[in-house]
């Protein structure tokens, strides 16, 4: 079965970086496209960054844009989330999500059936 363990999240200043990672496991990691979300408390899960099967496309939410940085390393089944420039606003919970079909573009936010159980990220001073 599939299954996703994100990881690397904490307490961190603003103005700091975090890197954060998704390890997949029960599939061929590389056919599929992956995908982080988060959620603040009392707000809905909103889209942050997506990277299709191949690695070669990547696509971002604009309130993150420039700032965060979504990338894989196939070898490791793993894909991460480097984010950088860290804002308060940035406070939530970071899932890490996959398509439930192979071969997935990275622009199918709404196709990311599969689902971690989420790192909380806590941006404060």
């Known amino acids: 079965q599939v299954r996703l363990v994100e990881s690397g999240g904490g307490l961190v200043q603003p103005g700091g970086s975090l890197r954060l990672s998704c390890a997949a496991s029960?599939?061929?990691?590389?056919?599929?496209?992956m995908g982080w979300f988060r959620q603040a408390p009392g707000k809905e899960r909103e889209f942050v960054a997506t990277i299709n099967w191949s690695g070669g496309i990547t696509y971002y939410a604009d309130s993150v844009k420039g700032r965060f940085t979504i990338f894989r390393d196939n070898a490791k089944n793993t894909v991460y989330l480097q984010m950088n420039s860290l804002k308060p606003e940035d406070t939530a919970t970071y899932y890490c999500?996959?398509?439930?079909?192979?071969?997935?573009?990275?622009?199918?936010?709404?196709?990311?059936?599969?689902w971690g159980k989420g790192t909380l990220v806590t941006v404060s001073s």
């Open positions: 999500a996959t398509t439930r079909a192979p071969y997935g573009s990275a622009y199918d936010t709404n196709g990311m059936d599969y």
């Open positions: 029960g599939r061929t990691f590389s056919l599929y496209a």
